[in-house]
């Protein structure tokens, strides 16, 4: 049996339970391909699986995301050949010099394109844009707020958004991510302490027609108190801890409001879903409307300390891991 290295994790834990390997290498089933691993996304949900936030299996190799080159086509598998460069977020054990993905849920990178910008593409550019254009549809000229707003979820949804013409402020930690969030077009970089007070003041006491929420039990309270009547709550995080329950009434005394809990699976349901996704972000790189920010990269044996510099708050951007 042929081997690879990986990273495992033997039990729920610290990021010093990430350990660097000697695994058997996977083989491909039917309709599935396997791939060289060129670089690796990591994300916060890997670090709530090794926690044990999230209940996994161990022994347990983390990661879905990956951009890497197809070594082998598994039977029945059409439209790819060895050597073809392929992204996803929906494999797993990427964390891993080899993986395998279900033929339909990679998709082929265009040339031009390096791996690690293709690392970096899947799970936080479809989030960016089934937040911008599916979990609410804010039109030209509105007002939102983008929580995190130097993030790399909320760096690419500020890009989108104000790409389709709508006005963005968002919330940022440090001086230094406010300058990287008004690069990405933010019209305005708030503190998390007085962003719903400013939001009003900014749109003439009437607030904001969506609020993108990836922080959690932090912002909530506040985060509602920015809407406008008949405005729109996108929860798609917890980093901060997850929402504890609250009142319905709250939403109708706040005007009418809408609380919505997307997640990224329920936004590529069909091939032809993901496949438009997918084609609208590669269409706006190559228009010069999107950027993918590499925030950190490290080998992948010092997963460990990439998990320790995303859960610090450290980054900016994308982390990803390189074997």
Known sequence: ????RAITVAEAGGPELLQFTEVESPAPGAGELLVQTRAVGVNFIE????SGIYSVEYPFTPGGEAAGVVLEVGDGV???TAGDVITTAEASRTYAERFVVPADRAVRVPEGIAADVAAAIPLQGITAHYLATSAAQPRA???VVVHAGAGGVGLLLTQLLVARGVRVFTTVSTAEKRELSLGAGAAEVFDYDDFSARARELTDGEGVAVVYDGVGARTFDDSL???RVRGELVLFGAA?????PFDLQRLNAGGSLSVTRPSMGHFVR?????????????????AGQLDFRIGARFPLAEAA???QALESRATTGKVILEP
């Not at 670090?47 to 090794?50: E, H, I, L, P, V």
């Not at 901060?240 to 504890?244: D, I, K, L, T």
């Open 141 to 143: 000229g509105e007002t």
């Open 240 to 244: 901060s801890g997850p929402v504890p």
């Open 270 to 286: 069909t091939a032809e879903e993901r496949a438009w996704r997918y084609r609208e972000l590669f269409a706006a790189m190559e």
């Open 305 to 307: 300390a990439a998990h």
């Open 225 to 227: 108190a920015a809407l």
């Open 1 to 4: 049996m042929t081997k690879m």
């Open 78 to 80: 059409e439209g790819y």
């Open 47 to 50: 670090t709530y699986q090794r």
